[in-house]
C-alpha cells in the first residue's frame, strides 16, 4: 500500500523526472532501472532508460516496434547485459537470470519435445524438486490456466492461445516474484486475446507479483496496467508514464478509457514511423 | 491438416479428447500398434526390391556356369545349411560383436564431441578443422597401421568401426547444437539451469533427430567398415573373412551366401531396427 502512493505521488511529476523523484524517495522500488543504454555495435537502442517499478505493481511497456522494448525486457531479465546504466531489483543489480523473474516470450518457446505437463515441469526439475511433488504441482498449474486433460499433448497439438496458457504456467510453476510477459498474447486473434487478458489480471491479481509487460495493443495496455510507459521510437526512451486510475474489472469501453487511449495514440502518433503500425482498434 | 484438427479440438468437450489423438482420417496412431499405410507402402517396396534383385541374380545365373555364380535356389541352400553349422553363427555373432562395440563407442564419443563442440566455441572451431582433415581418410586405409600399433584381433577392426562411425555422428550433432533456438536456451536460462542441465533439458532433447540421422548415417559406415576390415585384416573369423577365405577356394555358393546375410541384415537393422528406435525417441515428432 505505501509503495503504491509512493508511486502515486511520484507520478504527479510524470514522464521522464518520475524515477529520479522516486529514487529521491526510499528504495522502495521493486525494480529500479537507471540510466540504461544499449548499443548493438553502432545502433544505439535503448538510450537513457529511467524507469522505476513498485512491488505488485503491474506495468505496461508500449512502444514503436524496434523501439527496443524486448532489449530492455531481456536486460530487467538479466539475459543480456546493458551497455551502460544498471538495473536493480529489490534493491541489487541484475547480473544474470534469477529464478525469482521470469519472462513470457513473444512466441511461447515451449519445447517441442516436451508434453504440456513436462513442459510445465521444466523449472520445477531444474529446482530439483522430488517427481511426486512436481506432478502435484503440474497439476494444480494446470488447472490454474485451464488446460486440464492437456497434460500429454504435445505443443504442436494445441491451440495458439492454449501454448500462451502453458507458456504462462510453466513460468508461475518456479513462482517467480516479477513476472516479465514480452508481447505474450501478440500472435493470437482478438478474441482468444481477450480471454487471455482477463486471465491474467485473475492471476495477478493478490499474488503481490509485479509484472512489466510488452505490447503493441494500446487497449490491452490500459485495460490491465497500473501504469502505460510510452517509449519513443529507436533510440528507445521512456517519453511518457501513464497512470490508469480506474478500478478492475476495467471496461473497455468507458469514457476515461477511451480517452487515455486517445491520449496514449496521440502520442505515439508523434512519432511518424509509427503511425503505420499502430494496430486498427 | 494441422488447422482443422486444431479446430475440431477446440470443439471438443475436454473429456473426450484423450482417445481421440489419432482420429480417423490419420493413418499412424502415436502408439504405433496397428500397421500404418506408410509402413506397408515401405515393406511393398522392399519386397520389390528384392524380387528384382532375386530376378536379375537369377537371370545372370543362366549365362554363367554354376561355379562362378550359382542360383539363388543353390545359394540359399548353402545358406541353410551354413546357418546350421555352429562355426557359421559364431561368425555371424562375431561380427555382430565388433559392430556393436564400435558402434557404441562411436556414437557416445560423437554425441558427446559434437555437443561439447556446439556448447564451447573455441573447441568448435579447433574439432571442426579436425574433422575435416580426418573424415577425408577412407577408415579402412587405417588397418595396416592398426594391425602393427594394436595386433590381429578384434581391436584394429574396432577401432576401424570407431573412426567410420564417429565423424557422421560429431558432425551431425555439431551442426544441430548450431542451431539449437536461441529462445528455448534462455527459457531454461531463466530458470536457473546449470551448464549442465542446460545440455540435459536443452541441447540434447533438441539435437536428438540429429543423433538419431548421424547414428544411422554412422550405422551404415561401421557396417561397411565392419565387412572391409574382417576381409583385410587378418582375422579368422566374421562375415569378411568368412567371404574371403570363400573366395580364395573359388567357394562361389559361399561368398554370394555371406553377401545374402550382410545383405539381409543391414537392410532388416536399417530399415526396421533403427526406423523403430528413431519413432521411439521423436515420438513427439510423429504425434499427430
Ligand atoms: N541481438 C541483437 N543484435 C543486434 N541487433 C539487435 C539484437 N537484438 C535486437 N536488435 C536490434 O535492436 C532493435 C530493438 O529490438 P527489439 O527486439 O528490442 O525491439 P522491440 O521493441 O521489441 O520490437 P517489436 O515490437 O517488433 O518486438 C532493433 O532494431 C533490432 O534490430
Ligand atoms: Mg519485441
Redesign the interface.
Given at each position: 500500500m505505501e509503495i503504491r502512493s509512493l508511486v502515486e505521488t511520484a507520478e504527479l511529476g510524470r514522464g521522464e523526472e518520475a524515477p529520479s523523484l522516486l529514487l529521491a524517495g526510499a528504495n522502495k522500488g521493486k525494480i529500479i532501472v537507471q540510466e540504461l543504454f544499449k548499443d548493438f555495435d553502432s545502433l544505439r537502442v535503448l538510450d537513457g532508460i529511467h524507469l522505476e517499478v513498485g512491488e505488485g505493481e503491474f506495468l505496461a511497456l508500449v512502444g514503436p516496434s524496434g523501439c527496443g522494448k524486448s532489449t530492455l525486457l531481456r536486460m530487467l531479465?538479466g539475459?543480456m547485459k546493458p551497455s551502460g546504466g544498471r538495473v536493480l531489483i529489490d534493491g541489487e543489480e541484475v547480473r544474470g537470470?534469477?529464478?525469482s523473474?521470469?519472462?513470457v516470450?513473444q512466441?511461447h518457446?515451449l519445447?517441442?519435445?516436451?508434453?504440456v505437463s513436462q513442459n510445465v515441469a521444466?523449472?520445477l526439475?531444474?529446482?530439483r524438486f522430488p517427481p511426486a511433488e512436481i506432478r502435484r504441482r503440474v497439476k494444480e498449474l494446470l488447472a490454474l490456466v485451464g488446460l486440464?486433460?492437456?497434460d500429454?499433448y504435445?505443443p504442436?497439438?494445441?491451440?495458439g492461445g492454449m501454448r500462451q496458457r502453458a507458456a504462462l504456467a510453466?513460468v508461475l510453476a518456479?513462482d517467480p516474484d516479477v513476472l516479465f510477459l514480452d508481447e505474450p498474447f501478440g500472435a493470437l486473434d482478438a478474441m482468444t486475446r481477450l480471454t487471455l487478458q482477463k486471465e491474467l489480471l485473475r492471476l495477478w491479481d493478490h499474488s503481490g507479483k509485479t509484472v512489466v509487460l510488452v505490447t503493441h495493443d494500446v487497449e490491452e495496455a490500459l485495460y490491465l496496467a497500473d501504469r502505460v510507459a510510452i517509449m519513443s521510437a529507436v533510440p528507445g526512451r521512456i517519453r511518457e508514464i501513464i497512470r490508469v486510475k480506474d478500478p478492475r474489472p476495467r471496461d473497455r469501453g468507458s469514457a476515461s478509457l477511451v480517452s487515455l487511449k486517445r491520449t496514449v495514440l496521440d502520442l505515439l502518433g508523434l512519432e511518424p514511423k509509427f503511425s503505420q503500425t499502430i494496430p486498427a482498434i | 491438416m494441422?488447422e482443422r484438427?486444431?479446430a475440431e479440438?477446440?470443439l471438443e468437450p475436454?473429456?473426450e479428447?484423450?482417445e481421440d489423438?489419432g482420429g480417423g482420417a490419420s493413418p499412424t496412431s502415436p502408439t504405433g500398434k496397428p500397421p500404418s499405410a506408410p509402413g506397408l507402402r515401405r515393406l511393398t517396396a522392399y519386397g520389390l526390391a528384392f524380387l528384382s534383385i532375386l530376378l536379375g541374380w537369377q537371370l545372370a545365373s543362366l549365362f554363367f556356369p554354376a561355379y562362378l555364380i550359382p542360383t539363388p535356389t543353390q545359394v540359399f541352400l548353402r545358406l541353410t545349411r551354413e546357418l546350421g553349422t555352429r562355426k557359421f553363427l559364431f561368425t555371424i555373432a562375431r561380427s555382430f560383436v565388433r559392430l556393436g562395440i564400435g558402434f557404441g563407442i562411436a556414437s557416445l564419443l560423437g554425441v558427446v564431441v559434437g555437443l561439447a563442440s556446439g556448447v564451447w566455441g573455441p573447441f568448435r572451431r579447433y574439432s571442426r578443422a579436425l574433422v575435416s582433415i580426418l573424415q577425408s581418410i577412407p577408415p579402412i586405409a587405417w588397418v595396416p597401421l592398426f594391425i602393427i600399433l594394436l595386433g590381429f584381433g578384434d581391436r584394429p577392426i574396432i577401432l576401424v568401426i570407431i573412426i567410420s562411425a564417429f565423424f557422421p555422428m560429431a558432425v551431425s550433432v555439431m551442426n544441430a547444437v548450431e542451431h539449437v533456438?536461441p529462445?528455448?536456451v534462455?527459457?531454461?536460462?531463466?530458470?536457473?539451469?546449470s551448464r549442465l542441465?542446460l545440455i540435459s533439458?536443452?541441447y540434447a532433447?533438441?539435437v536428438?533427430p540429429a543423433i538419431v540421422t548421424g547414428g544411422q548415417v554412422g550405422f551404415g559406415n561401421a557396417w561397411r567398415s565392419l565387412i572391409a576390415a574382417e576381409m583385410v585384416g587378418g582375422v579368422n573369423i566374421g562375415l569378411g573373412w568368412f567371404i574371403t577365405i570363400a573366395g580364395e577356394v573359388a567357394d562361389m555358393a559361399a561368398v554370394l551366401a555371406g553377401i545374402v546375410v550382410i545383405g539381409l541384415f543391414s537392410a532388416a537393422l536399417d530399415s526396421w531396427v533403427l526406423e523403430h528406435l528413431k519413432r521411439r525417441l521423436?515420438k513427439?515428432k510423429y504425434?499427430?
Open positions: 531479465a539475459l537470470p534469477s529464478p523473474r521470469n519472462l516470450f512466441e518457446a519445447y517441442p519435445w516436451r508434453t521444466l523449472g526439475e531444474i529446482f486440464e486433460g492437456f500429454d504435445y504442436h497439438q494445441i491451440s510453466r518456479v | 494441422a484438427t486444431r479440438r477446440a475436454v473429456g479428447r484423450g489423438l533456438e529462445v528455448h534462455d527459457v531454461a536460462r531463466l530458470m536457473g539451469a542441465q533439458k536443452v532433447p533438441e536428438l521423436l513427439w504425434a499427430v
